[in-house]
Nanobody, 111 residues
Framework: QVRLVESGGGLVQPGGSLRLSCAAS????????MGWYRQAPGKQRELVAR??????NYVDSVKGRFTISRDYAKNMVYLQMNSLKPEDTAVYYC??????WGQGTQVTVSS
């Protein structure tokens, strides 16, 4: 079973940028859909972005600011986050097959 490890989180000021990385322990070529989710304190986990053979999808609140991509050669999935807002503060999780999760990486947007 593939394992996922996220990295790249941290503290950033509003308006700043971060790039999250998700490293898979095996080839992601056969994984049709992979995604990034986030969970803020006291809130349910929500889908942020998804990438599949059919393209990409984003939750409305991040459209135009976040970009999901993947590198098959490196077995990596990325989430480029620009123009960050305090409401983007959450633990971000990488997902595969809708059932496999990484351990999460904390993103805090604060001045």
């Amino acid at each position: 079973q593939v394992r996922l490890v996220e990295s790249g989180g941290g503290l950033v000021q509003p308006g700043g940028s971060l790039r999250l990385s998700c490293a898979a322990s095996a080839s992601i070529v056969s994984i049709y859909v992979m995604g990034w989710y986030r969970q803020a304190p006291g809130k349910q986990r929500e889908l942020v972005a998804r990438i599949s053979g059919g393209g990409t999808n984003y939750v409305d609140s991040v459209k135009g600011r976040f970009t999901i991509s993947r590198d098959y050669a490196k077995n990596m999935v990325y989430l480029q986050m620009n123009s960050l807002k305090p409401e983007d503060t959450a633990v971000y999780y990488c997902n595969a097959y809708d059932t496999i999760w990484g351990q999460g990486t904390q993103v805090t947007v604060s001045s």
